[in-house]
């Protein structure tokens, strides 16, 4: 019950957006820039100027690309054994590649691991952050429509201003003065505006969804990767790792977090399968409260 109690504020900021949509007819494409261009930057920059790295740090980012590019793999082979199209093979790595491990994955490790599992969870979601806006915009901007290929994938990562801002934090937290508590303040005020806002466009890209075009057999196969073999990946990795017991479990656990939630706001940005992706995004999320409680009880 109380993990319920941690992922019903989660639906009920989806529904929030859901219930948008369908009474004010808004365009969720318009939102998601706001989210992606103006708001996602200055996110990234309070971690990345907050978190002071260590060693441990560096194997947890060593992890998350690891992992990441191992899940690619298998969306890739999945779409050549389906003989889908680029645009398809990359709305499948969206789907199957990328862990919503920020306002799902850091409360779930809180309430299982406490303040201990809280802090690593932190750097974990940075980490992912960091992935999602490099890797995961390559692919997005690789599965356009628009898109002529590798170069403009990689303009696309280029233009995004959240890879700057991350290392704007980094950069200013080497410097020998601080921000002001002023322009801190009104950093945080658009740094926390950041995560609800992704929260109510998929919300609001969920509700232009008709049930009967949902497709299926590509969810289905998309959650497989996500939920059942990505643990599973995730625990080999750790055993190649020098961390402690804790970072172990708390790195598989966000290994089964459900697709993240960034990744609808990317399809939608550049038109790679987004209706796909944010199904699979909602459906991993509904079937999480059957899996997650399996894993936390051999971890507990």
Do not use: W
């Not at 949509?21 to 820039?33: E, V």
């Not at 261009?37 to 441990?56: D, G, I, K, Q």
């Not at 990767?225 to 190649?240: E, N, Q």
């Amino acid at each position: 019950m109380e993990l319920l109690g941690i992922l019903l504020p989660v639906f009920f900021i989806f529904g929030i957006g859901f219930v948008g949509q369908k009474t004010l007819g808004l365009d969720p494409k318009s939102l998601s820039k706001v989210s992606v261009y103006l708001l996602s930057p200055f996110l990234v920059f309070r971690t990345f100027y907050e978190t002071h790295f260590t060693h441990t740090h560096v194997y947890m980012f060593i992890f998350t690309f690891a992992l990441c590019f191992v899940l690619i793999g298998a969306a890739y082979l999945v779409s050549f054994i389906r003989r889908y199209n680029q645009c398809q093979a990359c709305g499948m790595i969206l789907a199957s590649a990328f862990m919503n491990n920020g306002n799902y994955g850091t409360p779930v490790a809180l309430f299982a691991f406490g303040a201990a599992g809280l802090d690593y969870a932190i750097v974990l979601m940075v980490a992912q952050q960091l992935v999602m806006c490099t890797v995961g915009v390559y692919f997005a901007a690789k599965g356009s429509p628009d898109s002529d290929g590798f170069r403009s994938a990689l303009r696309a990562v280029v233009r995004l201003p959240i890879v700057y801002g991350a290392f704007a934090g980094l950069i200013l937290q080497k410097l020998p003065f601080s921000l002001s508590k002023t322009m801190s303040e009104a950093i945080d005020l658009v740094a926390n505006a950041t995560i609800p806002m992704i929260m109510i466009v998929l919300g609001m890209t969920l509700a232009n969804i008709s049930i009967k075009k949902l497709q299926m057999e590509k969810i289905s196969l998309s959650i497989a990767i996500k939920l059942g073999l990505s643990p599973f990946i995730a625990f080999l990795i750790t055993l190649a790792l020098p961390i402690d017991n804790l970072l172990k479990s708390i790195m598989i656990l966000m290994a089964a977090m459900p697709t993240a939630a960034n990744t609808t706001i990317y399809a939608l940005q550049y038109g790679t399968e987004p209706e796909f992706v944010s199904s699979a995004t909602l459906v991993s999320t509904l079937l999480s409260l059957v899996t997650l409680p399996f894993f936390l009880y051999f971890m507990i």
